[in-house]
């Protein structure tokens, strides 16, 4: 079945410092969409990469999409006490209606 | 606009109680989606309705069932409580094939 797994699982960075995560999927995904939710609250859109190879930037946030469309990465250069939270990657095969959640992962800033 | 609104927010029931999560959305749109998220696993989802008057399983529909009650609301049912349902309870909506709304989450403990 569809598995997303995202690496590392916790991450605890120095305010400053740059942070990047992983998302690899077992099959090929026709999308994939980011999320972050911060402590205590619920998922909230970041963005959604569509292309095969298609880079993307917010501010500090720079998102990939894999060439073969089975991986993606968000990295966050200087790091903020604001990028506190969990970083979901959530991708969908064509066709589907459904998303699939990776595991998620949590970075600390330390001030 | 309020965007997709839970309750309860929090809610604990001893073992074989019933209760029902209530999700409603006033965006308008057709899919809705319930989940449910523990540590370290990430969202996994419950049941969705991809339009009025249809439902379909997720990953782990066993021990829910739901009810596209109208457009704007979506409700999940647990009819026998067990301690393995304790969780975090996440609604969400989304229009088309774009970004996934979440409410505010129900915080459910089994006794």
């Known amino acids: 079945g569809q598995q997303v797994m995202q690496i590392p699982q916790y991450q605890h960075v120095q305010e400053g410092e740059d942070f990047t995560t992983y998302c690899n999927s077992s099959?090929?995904?026709?999308?994939i969409q980011w999320y972050k939710q911060r402590p205590g609250g619920h998922p909230v859109f970041l963005i959604q990469l569509v292309k095969s190879g298609e880079v993307k930037k917010q501010k500090r946030l720079t998102f990939q999409f894999g060439e073969a469309k089975k991986n993606s990465s968000l990295h966050i250069t200087a790091t903020q006490t604001t990028d506190v939270g969990t970083y979901f990657c959530a991708g969908r095969n064509t066709g589907a209606n459904n998303l699939f959640f990776g595991t998620g992962t949590r970075l600390t800033v330390i001030p | 606009n309020a965007g997709v609104t839970q309750t309860p927010k929090f809610q604990v029931l001893k073992t074989g109680q019933s209760m029902t999560l209530q999700c409603a959305q006033d965006?308008?749109?057709?899919?809705m989606y319930w989940y449910r998220q523990d540590p370290g696993m990430g969202l996994r989802l419950i049941y969705y309705?991809?339009?009025?008057?249809?439902?379909d399983k997720g990953e782990v529909p066993n021990g829910y069932n739901v009810s596209r009650l109208n457009k704007r609301e979506f409700s999940l049912r647990l009819e026998s409580a067990a301690p393995s349902q304790t969780s975090v309870y996440f609604c969400?909506?989304?229009?088309?094939?774009?970004?996934?709304?979440f409410g505010p989450g129900t915080r459910l403990t089994v006794l």
């Open positions: 309705s991809a339009s009025e008057g249809t439902t």
């Open positions: 099959t090929t995904l026709s999308n």
């Open positions: 969400a909506s989304r229009a088309g094939l774009n970004e996934q709304f």
């Open positions: 965006m308008n749109h057709n899919s």
